[in-house]
């Protein structure tokens, strides 16, 4: 399995870290600040997950990116080409404190995510379940938790739900962008928030 970059070390960013840690996945997390205001929180990560540079992050093959939504054009500005690397969107258009929807002119958040990785293979997943789910054992109730995918390149798509399977959750594959993240969009979609879990 390859290195996984993390671009943003927040609630998503740090559980997505932690739970890909508890399997042994390696990874390079990021943030605004740099690596060394990073230190402690890689330390309850676990001995796979290294603190770097957003562009050290940025350049591995699979990259999930995790930024309050008005600050990603700055935390996606300047970077490589991504050059066909798969990119997952766990970000929502919306952000504390005031928690109003972005302006997105029509557009799905995911469509207006892309444009800010040029060249990537955009899947969104990650997104729909609050931070602390993320770090629940996904094996709940006799079956697996549920988390969503969407995008609009299959082998992509089978590349994040094989790491979806590694954490040990359920994929369930919703489709092409324009539908899966219509789905999953918060707010407007019908499945943010919802803890399924896949039984059998
Ligand atoms: N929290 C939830 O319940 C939840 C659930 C699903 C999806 N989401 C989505 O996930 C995304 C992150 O949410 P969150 O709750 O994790 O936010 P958060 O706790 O505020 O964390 C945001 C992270 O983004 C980083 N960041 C900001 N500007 C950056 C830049 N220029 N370069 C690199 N990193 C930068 C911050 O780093 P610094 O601290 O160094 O600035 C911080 O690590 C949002 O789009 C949100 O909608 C959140």
Redesign the pocket.
Known sequence: MQTIGI???????AAFAKAIGNKGIEAII????GPE?LKELVRELGPTIKAGT?QEAASQEIVLV????S?LP??LAGLPDFDGRIVID???????PLFRPAELHGRLSTEVFRDLVPGARVVKA??????QMLLKDPASDGGKRVLFYSGDDDQAKAGVNGLISQLGFFGIDLGSISIGGKLTQ?PGGPLPALDLVKLG
């Open positions: 671009v943003g070390a927040g609630a998503i960013g990021s943030n605004s600040r205001s957003r995790a930024v309050n939504w600050k700055e935390a766990a970000n929502n258009p919306i952000e504390a990650f997104n729909h379940l609050q931070p918060f």
